[in-house]
């Protein structure tokens, strides 16, 4: 059984950074991709960035782009997003999910809050 933990949300005041993390268990991971996501009040959930578990190349939505950095520890099976000069916009539940190959994102997270006041 694949479970995926989030951890690392909280309050900070714009311009500051906060580090999420995403431990993953119940299997080897190696052909899996891992992406983080996020939902604001109202809103639907967008894709914010994702990472190869093998090779760990990365991709990022453009309203993260040069701010966000995505990365992975493979020993600890745990995926980081690093979010520097945050924006009020930034603020939303954001999730990790896990897919295989070019399929869909099968397993979820249960979220954490990250809220940038302004």
């Known amino acids: 059984q694949v479970q995926l933990v989030e951890s690392g949300g909280g309050l900070v005041q714009a311009g500051g950074s906060l580090r999420l993390s995403c431990e993953a268990s119940g299997r080897t991971f190696s052909s899996h991709t891992l992406g983080w996501f996020r939902q604001a009040p109202g809103k639907q959930r967008e894709f914010v960035a994702r990472?190869?578990?093998?090779?760990?190349?990365?991709y990022y939505a453009d309203s993260v782009k040069g701010r966000f950095t995505i990365s992975r520890d493979n020993a600890k099976n745990t995926v980081y997003l690093q979010m520097n000069s945050l924006k009020p916009e930034d603020t939303g539940v954001y999730y990790c999910?896990?897919?295989?190959?070019?399929?869909?994102?099968?397993?979820w997270g249960q979220g954490t809050q990250v809220t940038v006041s302004s």
């Open positions: 999910a896990l897919k295989q190959g070019l399929g869909p994102y099968d397993y």
């Open positions: 990472i190869l578990w093998s090779g760990g190349a990365t």
